[in-house]
């Protein structure tokens, strides 16, 4: 079965700045499926536009803003 971008719901999302990083973070439905957190890297490219990576590795400070993610996204999920 392929993605369908349509179907996937954010329930909520917030953006996270950290030392001119960006991270997205948000529970998510997919087609009425179980509520699920995810997170998404931002970064921006040399020419200005904005790519998707994997969150991957944290610095200490980008872990600590997570952590508090975590925090308020984990009860949305119930």
């Known amino acids: 079965m392929a993605y369908e971008p349509e179907k996937d ?3 909520n999302e917030e953006m996270i700045d950290v030392d ?4 997205r973070a948000g529970v998510y439905s997919y087609n009425g499926g179980e509520k699920k957190i995810g997170f998404t890297r931002i970064v ?8 998707f990576a994997a969150l991957g590795r944290l610095k200490k400070g980008e872990a600590e803003r997570v952590r508090e993610a975590l925090d308020r996204l984990i009860p949305l999920l119930s």
């Open 44 to 51: 921006r490219k040399k020419d200005g536009m904005e790519s």
């Open 9 to 11: 719901k954010a329930i």
């Open 20 to 23: 001119g990083a960006r991270i």
